[in-house]
């Protein structure tokens, strides 16, 4: 045939946009499935096809580099898409070799052009010729260390499994978990479902298949495709959040706290979602919340994301968290009733703009686009927000600092340099999260958390105090908390709950 197949042709499309315009899959892929219209069954395929080839994407250049004749980057771009649609059919689904290479060409004529088909058709029907685990065997022969067999086979740049192994380390993880980790980082995730306390319900999620989910209450696991056919996901009531997000934005609202507890702040909210679950959460106490956006472009997605609240309940602001005290000065009029200008909060969220290595399985073509360099340059950033949070922070109010993203100097590191300057005490951060998480019933008929025992996600820090700093102890017990794609089914989402002193 001189045309591909829908399902194909719509997945190269967006492995395109995603080669070529830095695009995103999970945001890409959505709308092109809607757009070509693809049934249950094709958009299933175009699916596992999309992500299945971007996360392999290490793996199955070091394979084809073993089939052809020029080094794999002097492969033109869009060649390199289809060989590397081929392979993953080939190797990692259930797709006959015949009508993976008879497809491969068919996308690649229509596409491409016949002289690129028939170098694809040479390519592919080499690595036909051995099964995934002889391919895995070959690329892992010339491997210089561990880490680069584990790169190899796992499909991850080295420097991100150094990253993670020592990550695991820096929060009292065995670094032997480091296989599982790179694992997880290769499964689908299941959509995970957020009813927005007060003002959804997911009865309607579960009528199409949704199953409750097993860390957070109000949340659900949902595996029935396209979620624009729900209403209330329509309406905004429901929607789609990882399961770490949403604890992270109950821990930081039920942390302990005296006094007054009216005025909420999330610094970054971009794109809304945590934001969202913390206005819902604040009506119910008689809080109002400030969301703060840099970009223009994301404010639009909180404004959007907060609509199903009342509209006296929050205000979203455009300007940079570094600023937050200028920006809040200038919009005093429009902020909400029970904040005053030039107030401080009381408990604020700090979602700093970081790696993302923690979503690795959301956003597979992360991966590849990341550097070291890329951290380097977000430290400084992390920590000038970090520092604005607190200054918008009343004495005895909570900041919680957040990324997503296990990585020590993006987490641990950052939390040490605040600690040590007295500005701010630990909290139990684990034990938050324990609390907000769901509870079964132990052995002898008492309540336990399911983040409790092997899941803890909690690490007690060293902790220096310059000297002549005041010290605080806020905590009988402080504590970071990190979850694990691989202990908890969740985004590796960073969690320190802070009093300011």
């Known amino acids: 045939s001189r045309t591909a197949d829908t399902a194909r042709a719509t997945v190269f499309d967006v492995l395109r946009s995603v080669a070529e315009s830095d695009a995103y899959a999970n945001l890409v892929l959505p709308k092109a499935i809607r757009s070509h219209r693809l049934d249950h069954r094709d958009a299933g395929f175009a699916t596992e096809l999309t992500y299945g080839t971007l996360r392999h994407q290490g793996t199955y250049d070091a394979i084809l580099s073993r089939c052809v004749d020029r080094p794999i980057e002097k492969v033109g771009t869009t060649t390199?898409?289809?060989?590397?649609?081929?392979?993953?059919?080939?190797?990692?689904?259930?797709?006959?070799?015949?009508?993976?290479?008879?497809?491969?060409?068919?996308?690649?004529?229509?596409?491409?052009?016949?002289?690129?088909?028939?170098?694809?058709?040479?390519?592919?029907r080499r690595v036909s010729e051995r099964t995934p685990e002889e391919w895995y065997e070959l690329i892992i022969e010339d491997a210089k260390d561990d880490t680069e067999r584990m790169a190899l086979?796992?499909?991850?740049?080295?420097?991100?499994?150094?990253s993670m192994r020592q990550a695991l380390v820096a929060h009292g993880r065995p670094a032997s978990e480091i296989e599982q980790l790179l694992e997880a980082d290769n499964l689908a995730p299941v959509v995970n479902l957020v009813a927005l306390p007060g003002l959804g319900s997911l009865d309607e999620a579960r009528e199409q298949g949704a199953v409750d989910g097993e860390l957070v209450e109000g949340s659900a696991l949902y595996a029935s495709g396209d979620l624009a056919r729900l209403e209330s996901v329509r309406e905004g009531t429901v929607r789609a959040q990882d399961a770490g997000s949403q604890l992270v934005a109950r821990a930081l609202a039920a942390a302990p706290l005296d006094g007054a507890d009216t005025a909420w702040l999330d610094l970054c909210a971009g794109p809304g979602g945590k934001a969202a679950l913390l206005g819902a959460l604040g009506i119910q106490r008689g809080a109002s919340l400030v969301a703060n956006e840099a970009a223009p472009h994301r404010a639009q997605?909180?404004?959007?994301?907060?609509?199903?609240?009342?509209?006296?309940?929050?205000?979203?602001?455009?300007?940079?968290?570094?600023?937050?005290?200028?920006?809040?000065?200038?919009?005093?009029?429009s902020l909400p009733g029970s904040i005053e200008p030039g107030q401080l909060f009381d408990r604020v969220m700090v979602d700093v703009p970081c790696s993302g290595l923690g979503a690795l399985r959301r956003r597979p073509e992360a991966r590849w686009r990341k550097s070291p360099r890329d951290i380097a340059e977000l430290l400084p950033l992390q920590r000038q927000l970090l520092d604005a949070a607190i200054e918008a922070t009343r004495p005895g109010g909570v900041i919680a600092y957040v990324t997503c993203s296990p990585h020590a100097a993006e987490t641990q590191n950052i939390v040490a340099e605040v600690l040590e300057s007295g500005a701010v005490s630990l909290l139990d951060s684990a034990a938050a999260l324990r609390e907000v998480a769901l509870h079964t019933k132990g052995a002898n008929g008492e309540p336990v958390s399911v983040l409790a025992g092997e899941k803890d996600p909690g690490h007690t820090p060293e902790i220096k105090v310059k000297k002549g700093a005041p010290v605080v102890k806020a905590s009988e017990n402080p504590t970071t908390a990190q979850l694990w794609p691989h202990v908890h089914g969740t985004d590796a989402m960073f969690l320190a709950l802070l009093r300011k002193n």
């Open 301 to 333: 997605l909180v404004e959007s994301s907060m609509r199903p609240l009342p509209e006296d309940s929050y205000t979203v602001l455009t300007g940079d968290g570094r600023q937050i005290r200028e920006t809040l000065r200038k919009n005093a009029s």
């Open 153 to 162: 086979l796992a499909s991850h740049p080295g420097w991100i499994v150094r």
């Open 80 to 124: 390199l898409i289809v060989l590397r649609m081929g392979v993953h059919q080939l190797l990692n689904m259930r797709v006959p070799a015949h009508a993976a290479l008879n497809q491969s060409v068919s996308l690649a004529r229509e596409k491409i052009g016949a002289g690129p088909a028939s170098f694809i058709n040479a390519v592919l």
